[in-house]
């Protein structure tokens, strides 16, 4: 299954509710720093509620000892954006890939944009909304990675 990478995340409640999405699809949670809360934080906790021991959590303090990590063990890089120019339907996702989001207020880091294999983005047809939450944003592109995936397996 593919791996789902947050840089820099900054709302608790938000990761928690990843952190629950990736218990319930057998997603590796790779977090990187900085962090804009502690692992500890009671929202974060309560957010994931008492899916936490289900949660394959990696932490990263740098996105430079991240980039290692993933160098390490292989896959195409996907980093998710609004500026990002393939749409995330329009990719065939493969078991090794990683889906990279950036936190909640500044996206993903330039380097971590640079370094993506692809960039890809989740349509909206309104204009007026210029993003969406990222714990939808993360659910939506592991479960359109996971029905390509099932499809092909």
Known sequence: MVKLVLVNPQIPPNTGNIARTCAATGTELHLVGPLGFELGDRYLKRAG???WPYVDLHY????????????????????????????????????????MMGSETDGLPQMMRDLSTQLLCI?????????????????????EAGRQLRSLG
Not at 69 to 77: I, Y
Not at 133 to 142: D, E, K, M, P, R
């Open 49 to 51: 509620l008492d899916y």
């Open 123 to 143: 349509p909206m047809p309104h204009s007026e909304v210029r993003s969406l939450n990222l714990a939808s944003s993360a659910a939506i592109a592991l479960f």
């Open 60 to 99: 990263h303090n740098s996105c430079e000892e991240f980039i290692t990590h993933w160098r390490g063990q292989g896959g195409n890089l996907l980093g998710f954006s609004v500026t990002g120019t393939v749409n995330f339907w329009d990719y065939t996702y493969q078991s090794t890939d990683w889906l």
